[in-house]
Each structure stands twice: as C-alpha cells, then as structure tokens.
C-alpha cells in the first residue's frame, strides 16, 4: 500500500446543499493504488495557490471496478473553495492513501454501530460496503444539525440499517446521536462503535460506549501539515504520549486516548 | 553538465548543494516514497536531544499568508533512540545524513554530539542554537554572541568532525553572531532558522498556537532569509549554507547568487514531496540554459 503522487481528473461533481459537495475522481494514470482501507485520507493541493498547505479529506468511497474514488467535502475556507470550485474534467494534486484504517475484522454475522456527525460520515461510506460484503451486519446513526446536512442518508441504505437524528428536529429523531434510543438499544448487541464528526460528538460516543463496556474507534481530524509524519504537527496525546495521527491514525481505539 | 559537488570542508563533501531542513523531513524515510534520498546533497534529520521530549501541546500549526506557524516544541525520541533504532536502517544510503542537536543547556549539547560521534556515517551535525537557555532565564543561545559561543566551543571539544551552525534569525545583527560562532569553531553556518510569529483566531478569540507563539517559515521568510545569508556571507570565511522559503530552484539560486555555498528545502517538503528533486534539477536546468559549468561562477556574485 505505497503511497503515491498524482493527478486525479475530477470525473462528476455535485453540489449538495448546505455547502457540501461530492467529487468523482479518475487518477491521470488510469490505476488507483492497491488496498485503500477504508478510513484513510489524501492530501489535496488546493489550486491556483489557494492555500500553501495541503489539505486532509477522508476517502469517501473507492471502486476498483472503475478506478474510481469519491470524496465528500464540506466547503468551510479558502482551500475547501477552491477545491469544490473546479469544473469537471479538470486535475487535482493529491497524495494518497495516507494514515490507518478502521477495523474490520469481525466474526460474520457481528454487529457493527456507525457513528457519523456532519461530514464526519464521509469516511463511513467506504466502511459500511466493506462490512457489509464480509457479511458483518452494519447499523447506522447519522447526525446533523438539520436536515440539509444529511447530504448522503440516501448512500447509506444500501449497506445498513439507518437511524437519523437532528439537533433541531427538521428530520429523523429529535437531538443529539448520543440522545436517540435506537442507538442505545443497537449498543446493546454490538460488537465495536466506529465513530467520525465533530469533537464533542465523539467524545459524547467514547463516553456511552464506555458505559456500556462496548469497543469503540473515533477518527480524529488534527490539524496537518504534511501528512506523512514528518512535521509533528499533528498529534494527539495518548496513553503512549503525542503521536501522530496522520500515521497512528487517524483512526484511534478510545482506550490508547486520554478522553 | 554542471558541476554541483560543493565541499563544505573538514570531510563533508555534498554530491549537489541541495539538503532538507531539520523538522520538515522526518528522518528521510517518509519521503522514501516520493523520491530518491541518494539524489540529495544530504538531509538533515529531526532536532535530537539528550532526552526524550513530548514536545509542546497540540495546536502546534497554524497557516499564513504564504506560510505557516509551527511550535513543535523539539518533540523526539533522544539522541540513544536515534543512535539505537533510526541510524541502522538510514546509515547504508549513498547520501549526507546530518543530525540537528538541540540542548537545554551547554552540557546536554555536548554529550549528545559526543554520543553522535560513535556513528561512522555521520559526516556532520548540525546545531540548532536556537533553543531557550535555561540558566539565562529561556533567553535563547542563539541570541547573544556570549551565549552562541559558548555552546558552540563546548560542541567543538565533544565532536571531531564538521560542526554546522544554525542561526536564529531573531537577532539585531546576524553577522556578530555569525562571526562569534565562527570564532568559536563553526565549521559551517546554515541559516535561518524560523522568525518568531503570532497568529489569533478571532472568532475563537484565541492564538492558534498553544504557545501562543511561535516559528514563521515558508516562502513569506524568504526575503529575509536571502538578506540575512548576503550580510553572514560576506562578514566570514566559513561556507554559508542558506534557508527558509525554498520552493523552487530560482528560489534557491538567490541564496547562491547571494552567497551560500549549499541550500536546504524545508516546509516545501509539505507542499510538495518532490520539492527536493524539483529543486535540483531546475538549478541544472538554469545552469544549463545559462551555459554556467559550476556553481562558482555565480557563488556570492552580489
Ligand atoms: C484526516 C482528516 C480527514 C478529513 N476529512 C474531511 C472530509 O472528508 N471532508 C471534509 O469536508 N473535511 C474533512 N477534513 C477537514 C478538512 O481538512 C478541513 O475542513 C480543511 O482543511 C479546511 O481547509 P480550508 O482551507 O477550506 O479552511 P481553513 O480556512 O483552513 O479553515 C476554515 C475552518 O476550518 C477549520 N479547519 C481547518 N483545518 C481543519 C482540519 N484539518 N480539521 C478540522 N477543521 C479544520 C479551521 O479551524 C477553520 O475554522 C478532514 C480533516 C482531517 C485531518
Ligand atoms: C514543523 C517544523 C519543525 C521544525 N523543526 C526544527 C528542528 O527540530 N530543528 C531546527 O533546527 N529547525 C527546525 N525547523 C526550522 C526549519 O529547519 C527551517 O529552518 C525553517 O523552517 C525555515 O526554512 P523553510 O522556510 O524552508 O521551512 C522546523 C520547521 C518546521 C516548519
Ligand atoms: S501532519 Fe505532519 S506529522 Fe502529521
């Protein structure tokens, strides 16, 4: 699983509401690298001197069928922008596939909960088809703030059972991921929580799981510099002191953190 | 075909003039990926110390315009890791490996250079003397010629060989204390280390480090950079070794023209992973295209 330089052509663009947006993207030579796991992220040069730095995305979704990958970005800043601005049919500079994965090995017929908040769910996609084609029975929880952030409930369903939550009611149940009861019943069989979006979502997550003596895996969004482990700019204090989460992570098992 | 072998004296002889800065490059192995280490110059590693650090509290970066805070704080293993565990696997490469040294006083300094002069393949250190001094109060050695000095006679008795180093550039005049290192037995001078900076988030109402400062670098420090390597390089005899903002090989040909003998790429590396490669070639390309056979010809032209 080398990691690699190179131009993607952006295939489809769509803009979603609430300023999210979802690429299609081709790499210029044709073959997408060996073993993306799902769970890890590239590293995009914004164009036209957006920004000087790179910028992390979570891999939405890879098909080695078509060569295809698939991201979804929220637009927040300059570099987001300029990203999400490019036409079709136009290249963007990336470095891929960066940092772990999350865990996918379970016994069949286990019973895996996803946890996404906003566009936390982005690296979720990839995940729930992974364990749904290992036949690991796959529940969702996908939190917003209100029903035009749920930008892609619609993907989910193939691969799971999907329960929606709102902070402001305008769609699924009523409050925060933490509060819904469907996701405290499903915490009941399951066999490990796996969990992206913001940080007082996935402390809250960490923190019922632990109720419940239930494993759970949150992927942290540090802010990076290089993505290869080489600035330190990245870390998160764990129970073995600061690491890098652009290489130990960004995917992280609650008990090596220091929540 | 241009020459670019620069001998930089006492046994540190570069097959091109183009390193990595220390803190950009990891150990080499990150970029292994990327680009082949054996075309460098050398790279310079992660600044080492006695001790292990846990480095400063994340947030530890923050972008600029055209550049980017940094307040990592020297987080490392120590200099018996590295020697134990990084230097088996990187000392086979066909390349200059230095190690920057960093100390918290004039004795941690020292025993680190000596416990790095067991390693056979490695040429040269490279002295970060900006770190705080802790008996003067975390006023930096770097700082104050009498501080610069200090640290740097104390390294020259531990370590044999090629003693470079680096300067702060939070300084009033750069060329005293390049002339008080050089009295003191710099072998070489590299700068600029990073510009002390500050950046706020004004919605969270708070600075974006940790630290509440911290170390400027990117193309942004680049004038400066170039400013402060023409006054060092015409002020001693020692070869300069220039930084801070390299992205191109133009960008790099300024700090030549302007006096270095040998560059190093730093926070491009992030930029780009091949920034090092980039580099080089086009300085070929320019020398090249200009029908310049060595680099001597334009070394300190201004
Ligand atoms: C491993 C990883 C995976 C990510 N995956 C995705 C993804 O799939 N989709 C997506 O839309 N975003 C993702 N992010 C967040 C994304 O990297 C940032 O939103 C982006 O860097 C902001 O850049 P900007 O230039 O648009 O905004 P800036 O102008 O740089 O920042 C705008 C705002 O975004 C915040 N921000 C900046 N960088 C980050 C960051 N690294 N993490 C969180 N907030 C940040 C800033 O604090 C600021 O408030 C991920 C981050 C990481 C570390
Ligand atoms: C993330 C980061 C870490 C750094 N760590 C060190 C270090 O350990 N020792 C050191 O002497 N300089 C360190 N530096 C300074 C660089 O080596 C260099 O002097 C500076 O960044 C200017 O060059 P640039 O603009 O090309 O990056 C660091 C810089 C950055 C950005
Ligand atoms: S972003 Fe540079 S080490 Fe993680």
Redesign the interface.
Known sequence: M????QNFTITQKCELSAGYCLLHLKPASGKLPEGILPGQFVEI?APDNA????RPISIHFVDYNTDRISLLIRRVGNGTNAICDLPEGEALDI?LPLGNGFSEDFEAGATVILVGGGVGVAPLLYQASKLKDKGIRVKMVYGARTVDELVVAEAFKPYCELEITTDDASAGTPGRVTDSVCFREYLKEAAMVQCCGPGPMMKAVAAACKAHGVACEVSLE??M?????????????TVK??VCVCTEGPVFNIEKLTW | MVKLNVNLGKGLTLKNPVLTAS????FGE??S??IDLERLGGFIV?GTTLEAR??N???????TP???L?A?GL?NKGVDYFIEHIYPRIAGLDTEILVNVSGKSVEDYAETARRLSLLENIHAIELNISCPNVKQGGMAYGTTCDGASEVVSAVRQAWPRHLMVKLSPNVTSIKDIALAVEGAGADSISLINTLLGMAVDVERRRPYLSTITGGLS??AVRPVAVRMVWQVAKAVKVPVVGLGGIVSGRDALEFIMAGASAIQVG?A??????STIKVLEEIEEFCERQGIKSLDEIRGII
């Open positions: 080398a990691k690699v330089h040069l920004t000087m730095l790179r470095v540090n802010m510099a290089c993505g290869l482990g080489a600035c330190l700019c990245c870390v998160e204090k002191g600061n | 803190g950009t490059f990891g990150e970029y990926p990327f992660k846990e480095g509290p994340y947030p530890r970066m923050a972008e055209s550049g980017m940094n990592v987080q990117g193309p926070t590396n992030f930029i780009n992973p091949e």
